[in-house]
Structures are given as structure tokens and as C-alpha cells.
């Protein structure tokens, strides 16, 4: 039985799809651009999405300290997904690589992914945005 409107097919889709990281042309395919922004807006505002840049939501789930809707993942993972689904491949950071290699014991944040071109998306919710080096 086929769903009946746009947000029950998206809905239906999310729950198919095995990534965390959804970009809004997975869905081009089942209605307009404004019709397929609006469904996204609607999920985000009801907790169900979490927008993480333009163009990328990812999955939600209520936090443990306030019932805000947060990542399933985090922020590190959130970003390596979105970028290798963009096409951008990533890499450790110098940072990582120096505590890997023990030439540091300062462990590195997780803000920072290593990129081999240029990315121009801000990756992020909250106010918590990733920087970008090249690798």
C-alpha cells in the first residue's frame, strides 16, 4: 500500500535508508523542491531530523539531560558520512596523526576534519561547527 501524502513517502524513506546522513536531493524524486523543504522543515521541527548544514539532516533522538532533539552520532562521524555522500574524501587530522604516532598525549577534540579539496558547507548544529584542513 503506497503511502498517501509527501511527508509519510519521506518518512517511509528515512526508515529505509541505513546511513545517518540524508541529503535533500534523495528525495527530489517524490515531489517539488519547496514541497520536499517544507516535508524536511516539518520532520526538523518535530524532532525526528536534525539539520546539520545545507542541505544535510541526519537522524534525531531525544537527549538525556533536556528532551532536545539531538544527532544519533557524533559530530566527527555526522561530518565523515556527509562529506564521503558529497563525494569529498577525508582524512585524520595533523593532530590525530601526532597522537596516533605518541608524538603528543593532548587527544585531539574531534572538531577538525582533514579534506583534500576545498569545502565551503558548514557542518554543525547547535552552534557547534567543524573546521576544515587540508590533508
Known sequence: MRPKNLEQRVVQRLSRKKGDVFLRDDFTDLGGYDQVGR???????????????????????????????VPVKGLRALATEAL???????APTRLEEDYRAGRTTQVPAGRAVAVAKR??????????????ERA
Not at 122 to 131: M, Q
Open 119 to 132: 569545502v565551503r558547507r558548514r557542518i554543525g548544529y547547535n552552534g557547534t561547527y567543524l573546521s576544515f
Open 84 to 90: 564521503g555522500r558529497l563525494g569529498i574524501p577525508t
Open 39 to 69: 516535508v524536511l522543515h516539518r520532520l526538523v521541527r518535530s524532532g525526528q531530523l536534525v539539520k546539520i548544514g545545507h542541505g544535510l539532516y541526519t537522524r534525531a533522538a531525544p537527549s538525556p539531560f533536556d528532551g532536545t532533539p
